[in-house]
C-alpha cells in the first residue's frame, strides 16, 4: 500500500511565499520522478513543476522563476517553495510520484495524494 501525503497549503497574502511538502511511503519498488500538479475551479488539472530522481526539473512557464521544486531521494520526499504568489496560484495542489515511464502527462504518474489547498488573497 502506498501513501502520498502532502502538507503545507492554507491561504496567503499575495506576493507572500508559501512551502509544500510531499512524503511518500510504503511498497514502492522505486521512485523516478515526482511533481506538483493543480486544480483550480472549473480548470483542469494541471502539472506546476516535477524532478527526476535524477534531478531533471520541468516547470509550468506560469511559476517559471517563483516556484523551485526539490526533492530528497532517500526520503521519497518532494518540496514545493512557492514565491511570489498571485491569486491566480489558488488551487488544490496534488503531489504526484512515478515509478515507471517517463511522461508527466496525469495518467504518467502512479500516486497521487489527496490534494491541499492553496489560496491566495488579493
Known amino acids: 500500500q502506498v501513501q502520498v501525503v502532502e502538507s503545507g497549503g492554507g491561504l496567503v497574502q499575495g506576493g507572500g511565499p508559501l512551502r509544500l511538502s510531499c512524503a511518500v511511503s510504503g511498497s514502492i519498488f522505486s521512485i523516478n520522478a515526482m511533481g506538483w500538479y493543480r486544480q483550480a475551479p472549473g480548470k483542469q488539472r494541471e502539472l506546476v513543476a516535477g524532478?527526476?530522481?535524477?534531478?531533471?526539473?520541468n516547470y509550468a512557464d506560469s511559476v517559471k522563476g517563483r516556484f523551485i521544486i526539490s526533492r530528497a531521494n532517500a526520503k521519497n520526499t518532494v518540496y514545493l517553495q512557492m514565491n511570489s504568489l498571485k491569486p491566480e496560484d489558488t488551487a488544490v495542489y496534488y503531489c504526484a510520484a512515478r515509478s515507471f515511464g517517463s511522461s508527466w502527462s496525469e495518467g504518467g504518474m502512479n500516486y497521487w495524494g489527496k490534494g491541499t489547498l492553496v489560496t491566495v488573497s488579493s
Open positions: 524532478v527526476t530522481s535524477g534531478g531533471t526539473t
